[in-house]
């Protein structure tokens, strides 16, 4: 049986993804081991070729994508023995930046993690039966990210982000939203309300700082209707997580988060893609995925 597959996106990083991914096929064969290269041309591939791998008990599936790609592995590995293993090829990457791996990392490094590091278990989020390993996006987040997802723009990452920012913000009106979950019910006109099973989206950007991949629960971060011009203010401290520190930001834990927004349904989005609208209601899968992560993380 094949020791290792590799699935990548061409699409992912700028079409960077098939190099990396050839390269790294290469590097486990040099080094006696066995691999081989898929790369995706459709939605639903990497799901359909993951799913085969772990029915056969394939030990490792490795994506070589953005958080998207990752996204439809990890849900056909959810509750296998098959680890995902990561190679960061995508526009944002926030998952593999989660479990210690870099862009500039190497492809000799990146191998030496696929084949040196240690399996564990980490936590999937669940929402409209859908899985999802960073940060689950509602409100004013959810439509920067479609308006990235679904504009071919010349800039990647959180650049990205930022000019999504400025083009959805003067016509974004504050929904109504109403979380209920271990903390009790929290409601209001927010700016967002952004569900963490890891700290960042957007390429790095650290909107749920504190959160675990396998600690059994989601981090929130519901964030208070302010005016326009403080958002930017706001937004440039969710860089490096300062701003839960902000008077308009509540900080929340829960097994469970059940969404509500009165004025209308709103889209979700997680991972870079779009997972469904609300009502809603998200789930943590404790332990429910394996993962190759790096023993000496970047």
Known sequence: MTDFLVIANPTSG?????????????LLKARGRSAELRV?????????????AASAGMATVVGCGGDGT????ATALDGSTTALGV??????????????????ETPERLVDALLNGTR???DLGSVHGKRFLTVATLGFDSEVSRFVENNKLPIKGTLAYVYGVMR?????????????????????RMLLAATGNSPSYGGAMQITPGAAMDDGLFDICAVNE?????????????????????????MLKSKTIHVETPDGPLYI???????GQTPCTFEVKPGALTVLSPNNPA
């Open 14 to 26: 700028a079409q960077a993804a098939p190099y990396l991914a050839t390269r790294a096929v290469d």
């Open 40 to 52: 995706t041309t459709a939605r639903g591939d990497a799901l359909h070729w993951a799913a085969d």
């Open 70 to 73: 990752l996204q439809e592995i």
């Open 87 to 104: 190679l960061p090829g995508g526009r944002c990457n926030d998952f593999a930046h989660a479990l210690g791996l870099s862009k500039r």
């Open 120 to 122: 564990r278990p980490i």
């Open 168 to 188: 959805v913000l003067p016509g974004f009106q504050f929904p109504r939203i109403k979380l209920s979950g271990d903390f009790g019910v929290h409601e209001g």
């Open 226 to 250: 302010l005016s326009r011009w403080a958002v930017f203010g706001f937004l440039t401290r969710v860089l490096n997580g300062s701003h839960t520190r902000h008077d308009s930001v509540s």
């Open 269 to 275: 989005c997680a991972d870079g893609e779009t997972l």
